[in-house]
């Protein structure tokens, strides 16, 4: 069944229901047919086929009514988001031969209007020649890379997401909180599967949104009862009683089981996986238990018509031939996108049937684990590491949120080498216990130099954990405080991440290595104790024999 042959059932079915609800307004099936069914007319009359359209990308009715109008007129569509660059718009008008841009009125209603002067390009490449027939265009974040545009079908978007309504139990009666942005993929499966079962849609401005209190009290006050987003949001918001959440989708990064406990206990907690290229989503598990995700979150069963296999990246003759418990997930099927649109056209992946994530995982127990990014794979002290797994180790630990790992220069400076494992983490945990912890099941060399607890995260546009604004926080400085004590204290504080590090500590037991003991002998000739040296961190049992060693010479 096709995306509006679904929604067209939905119609029939459900003419009464409630469609799209926003903050002042609540539009039933019967309305909400009539509104696309004339902006579908629309395009058929100005738009020839395979031509796209453009949807300026506001939160509310009238976006929400101009991509199903779209669907409905067999219209591939782009969403615009006017506080994206000019240059980012300007490249999606002139790759995809956009003329017309759908725009909001305050009643819900469409109006076809030119694209806006400053994004018209002067020479346009024309409608992007495929076989069969496209959905939707969208741009991938460019975390990883520059910003690609992705075609993508709607056949196997259609299974998508039907199999999502499903296995969520969508239907009349379901209220799905619209949380991504449009210019993100997951606005496609969290709108469509809502649409095509007769659900309810709650489309709120982004305010509404954010992640902790104001989210919370959104899903309250909406009555949300399907909710997707992202391991920040769930990270930063406490459910209640208040909730009336029936599903709960963790969706574009890896989840954790301290996100498995809290969640699970309002609701049916899911993991999701998937990328741009291969429409959306390709895994989603069933309902988490706790106590089977406490060595990790299980990315979940295949879902829409694909498949997977695990490519070998080990290059070591021992693994030639043998089975592949560990590689990068390679998608195939008719998941796979049509391509990329480039300046020559569209250039599929490989054979037009595969597409190789760049994620690398590893099958465990029947169950395929996300491991990490092959880009952030890391050679730290001669070996090679995966941020990942390790962050996923330190989740393990009890009283830990979320941990995220980065390589930089023992004391936080751009001037030193990246020589130091430095661990970000939010939870009660103290980071001498957590130390112990990691001890006992982590090798040496795998044990981060710092463990540093920090009471947020910082966060991109798209959701990802801003590494550069982490790495930013550790710059290594003079307190100015008089005293060795509060010098000496203020300085292994900073280079082993324990905040409350006392003169009672030993240094190597707080962490310290061999390379953060030159660091420390170094700030401490910096600050006048010119005859400190390796030795007198050394021999020194804790930290206040080493603040009188240097009490009873001269500064």
């Not at 469509?192 to 709120?204: D, E």
């Not at 947020?456 to 959701?463: E, F, K, Q, S």
């Amino acid at each position: 069944m096709s995306l509006v042959d679904a929604f067209e059932r939905a119609l029939r079915e459900n003419p009464d229901g409630d469609a799209v609800q926003t903050a002042d307004r609540t539009v039933r099936y019967r309305e909400f047919d009539k509104l696309t069914q004339v902006f579908a007319d629309e395009l058929r009359a100005e738009i020839p086929p395979g031509g796209f359209v453009g949807i300026e990308a506001g939160r509310g009715l009238g976006a929400i009514t101009a991509m199903v109008g779209a669907l409905r007129a067999r219209r591939p569509f782009v969403f615009l988001d006017s506080r994206d660059s000019v240059s980012s718009n300007s490249e999606k008008v002139r790759l995809l031969g956009v003329r017309r841009l759908a725009r909001s009125r305050e009643d819900g209603d469409v109006d076809l209007a030119d694209v806006p002067e400053a994004w018209r390009a002067k020479e346009s490449l024309g409608t992007p020649s495929v076989e069969g027939e496209l959905c939707y265009a969208i741009q991938t974040s460019g975390s990883t890379g520059e910003p690609k545009c992705v075609l993508v079908r709607p056949e196997p978007l259609a299974v998508v997401v039907r199999e999502h309504a499903e296995r969520l139990s969508v239907g009349p009666g379901s209220r799905t909180l619209q949380f991504a942005r449009l210019t993100f993929d997951g606005c496609m499966t969290e709108i469509l599967w809502t649409l095509t079962a007769g659900a309810c849609l709650v489309v709120l401005d982004e305010a509404r949104l954010a992640p902790g209190a104001e989210l919370r009290d959104t899903v309250e006050r909406f009555g949300i009862t399907h909710l997707k987003t992202t391991p920040f949001a769930l990270t930063a918001t406490e459910p209640s009683a208040a909730m009336r959440l029936r599903h709960v989708i963790n969706g574009g990064g890896a989840c954790r089981p301290a996100v498995v406990a809290k969640w699970s206990a309002v609701a049916a907690l899911h993991n999701a996986y998937g990328a741009t290229e291969t429409t959306v989503c390709n895994l989603l598990s069933g309902p988490l238990d706790p106590e089977g995700c406490r060595d990790g979150v299980p990315l979940g069963d295949l879902i829409g018509d694909c498949g997977y296999h695990l490519r070998d990246i080990d290059d070591s003759p021992a693994s030639a031939g043998g089975p592949v418990h560990r590689g990068e997930i390679v998608i195939t099927g008719s998941a796979v996108a049509a391509g990329y649109l480039t300046e020559h056209g569209v250039r599929p992946f490989g054979d037009g049937t595969e597409y190789r994530t760049g994620d690398v995982a590893e099958l465990r127990d029947g169950g395929l684990y996300f491991v990490e990014r092959l880009d952030h794979q890391v050679k730290v002290r001669g070996y090679r590491l995966d941020l990942g797994e390790l962050e996923n180790v330190v989740c393990q630990a009890e009283s830990v949120a979320e941990a995220v790992l980065t390589v930089e220069s023992h004391d936080g400076s751009e001037v030193a080498g990246d020589d130091a494992l430095v661990c970000y983490y939010l939870g009660d945990a103290d980071p001498r216990e957590l130390r112990r912890h990691l001890e006992g099941v982590l090798d040496p060399y795998k044990i981060p130099s710092v463990l540093e607890r920090v009471d947020a995260l910082p966060y991109t546009v798209n959701g990802k954990v801003d590494r550069d604004a982490l790495r930013g926080n550790r710059i290594l400085g003079e307190d100015g405080a008089p005293g060795p004590d509060r010098q000496v204290i203020t300085l292994v504080r900073r280079l082993t991440g324990v905040g409350d590090a006392s003169l009672e500590d030993n240094f190597f037991a707080l962490g310290g290595d061999s390379a953060s003991t030159l660091i420390l002998v170094a700030k401490l000739r910096e600050l006048g104790w010119l005859d400190a040296g390796v030795r007198d961190v050394l021999r020194a049992g804790d930290l206040r024999v080493l603040t009188d060693q240097l009490r009873e010479r001269s500064v």
